[in-house]
T-cell receptor
Framework: KNQVEQSPQSLIILEGKNCTLQCNYTVSPFSNLRWYKQDTGRGPVSLTIMTFSENTKSNGRYTATLDADTKQSSLHITASQLSDSASYICVVTPYNTDKLIFGTGTRLQVFP | GAGVSQTPSNKVTEKGKYVELRCDPI?????LYWYRQSLGQGPEFLIY????????DSGLPNDRFFAVRPEGSVSTLKIQRTERGDSAVYLC??????????????FGPGTRLTVL
């Protein structure tokens, strides 16, 4: 069983709409939780990093939330743009290591 | 350059051959990481270095895989007797700090390895 699971696997939305991506993890204890954006054929790019004690972190139109009690995180994208089309990957860092554990990602497609 | 670079961008080889993949981290970054990403999956950890030493190599799948970072900067991932199952994108990342710190990892574009 994957230690970091994401849903949905894929999502199609219209430009301008909002969406929320989900992440459930079992990694415990952990240092931080990250959301990455990965364009096709490119390496992942960090969007947000939250420590275990943080509940929310924003980066422009991206807002991540974290509930360490239920081991859930979400990434909310506001007013989507065509350039938001990419895979979004939830990543958890176990305590006292830099060995990132990646989810399988949500493939987002934004259509005009 | 400002970012992590990887060469080659694409590598096609035949089953049984030896390959080397290179990573140039961001200047001054002490930590360097290798990941492998299969189609439709998230990256999987292979190994990471603090300086010249491998701090954790627990993700290397078997002894055909080996990585070095002799001078604490450039790293080479070496794969012997390649198999078709080794086909994947190999990603490299670097970060400025050490274990357990709140460090962002900056990724390169990856090397796409295809074993025929």
């Amino acid at each position: 069983k994957n230690q970091v699971e994401q849903s949905p696997q894929s999502l199609i939305i219209l430009e301008g709409k909002n969406c929320t991506l989900q992440c459930n993890y079992t990694v415990s204890p952990f240092s931080n939780l990250r959301w990455y954006k990965q364009d096709t054929g490119r390496g992942p790019v960090s969007l947000t990093i939250m420590t275990f004690s943080e509940n929310t972190k924003s980066n422009g139109r991206y807002t991540a939330t974290l509930d360490a009690d239920t081991k859930q995180s979400s990434l909310h994208i506001t007013a989507s743009q065509l350039s938001d089309s990419a895979s979004y990957i939830c990543v958890v860092t176990p305590y006292n290591t830099d060995k990132l554990i990646f989810g399988t990602g949500t493939r987002l497609q934004v259509f005009p | 350059g400002a970012g992590v670079s990887q060469t080659p961008s694409n590598k096609v080889t035949e089953k049984g051959k030896y390959v080397e993949l290179r990573c140039d981290p961001i200047s001054g970054h002490t930590a360097l990481y290798w990941y492998r990403q299969s189609l439709g999956q998230g990256p999987e950890f292979l190994i990471y270095f603090q300086g010249t030493g491998a701090a954790d190599d627990s993700g290397l799948p078997n002894d055909r895989f080996f990585a070095v970072r002799p001078e604490g900067s450039v790293s080479t991932l070496k794969i012997q007797r390649t198999e078709r199952g080794d086909s994947a994108v190999y990603l490299c990342a670097s970060s400025p700090g050490g274990v357990g710190s709140y460090n962002e990892q900056f990724f390169g574009p990856g090397t796409r390895l295809t074993v025929l």
